[in-house]
């Protein structure tokens, strides 16, 4: 099995900067990095940043220009700098990935990581 955790969440003011990982442990073999995705209150999940074929980045339209996600295979991390920060910002973030299980491929989520930003 794979076990994400996100870390590097906080409060920070409009403005600021934050940098979101995500560490991957277990079966590291059989996983692939998706991207990162985040749910404010009372709203859906929606996607921020997600690997596309290749080294291509799909950033959200209202990120672009300001979140830039990048990945350590090293280390088995994926990051999600966020730069620029904004009110409207402020969610749960969570990363997800792909795994292969004996039944096919699978989803997993990682516990998310809780960002605020102040105005």
């Known amino acids: 099995q794979v076990q994400l955790v996100e870390s590097g969440g906080g409060l920070v003011q409009s403005g600021g900067s934050l940098r979101l990982s995500c560490a991957a442990s277990?079966?590291?073999?059989?996983?692939?990095?998706l991207g990162w995705y985040r749910q404010g209150a009372g709203k859906q999940r929606e996607s921020v940043a997600s690997?596309?074929?290749?080294?291509?980045?799909k950033y959200a339209d209202s990120v672009k220009g300001r979140f830039t996600m990048s990945r350590d295979n090293t280390n088995n991390t994926v990051y999600l700098q966020m730069n620029s920060l904004k009110p409207e910002d402020t969610a749960v973030y969570y990363c997800?990935?792909?795994?292969?299980?004996?039944?096919?491929?699978?989803?997993?989520w990682g516990s998310g990581t809780q960002v605020t930003v102040s105005s």
């Open positions: 277990g079966r590291i073999d059989s996983f692939s990095p």
């Open positions: 997800k990935g792909l795994t292969a299980t004996p039944g096919g491929l699978a989803s997993i």
């Open positions: 690997f596309i074929t290749g080294s291509s980045i």
